[in-house]
C-alpha cells in the first residue's frame, strides 16, 4: 500500500515538474518526492505490506 502512495507522490511531483505549475513551498516537486521515497522506505522495509505472521499448527 505504501508503495502505491510513493508512485502516485511521485506522478504528481512530476506533474508538477513537467507542467512547470508554480506552487507553494510545501507542494514543490522536490518535497513530493522526498515524501515518496519515504513511503518506498517504509514499504521495503515492511511497514503497511498487510501481512501478518500466521501460525503453524492446531491449536490445543
Known amino acids: 500500500?505504501?508503495?502505491?502512495?510513493?508512485a502516485v507522490l511521485?506522478?504528481?511531483a512530476f506533474i508538477i515538474r513537467v507542467?512547470?505549475?508554480s506552487t507553494q513551498?510545501?507542494?514543490s516537486e522536490t518535497s513530493l518526492m522526498l515524501?515518496?521515497?519515504?513511503?518506498?522506505a517504509a514499504?521495503?522495509?515492511?511497514l503497511?505490506?498487510?501481512?501478518s505472521?500466521?501460525?503453524?499448527?492446531?491449536r490445543r
Request: aromatic share 14%.
Open 19 to 21: 507542467t512547470e505549475t
Open 35 to 40: 515524501l515518496g521515497l519515504a513511503f518506498l
Open 1 to 6: 500500500m505504501l508503495a502505491i502512495v510513493a
Open 53 to 58: 505472521a500466521r501460525r503453524s499448527g492446531r
Open 10 to 12: 511521485f506522478f504528481i
Open 25 to 27: 513551498i510545501v507542494f
Open 43 to 46: 514499504h521495503s522495509a515492511g
Open 48 to 51: 503497511g505490506t498487510g501481512w
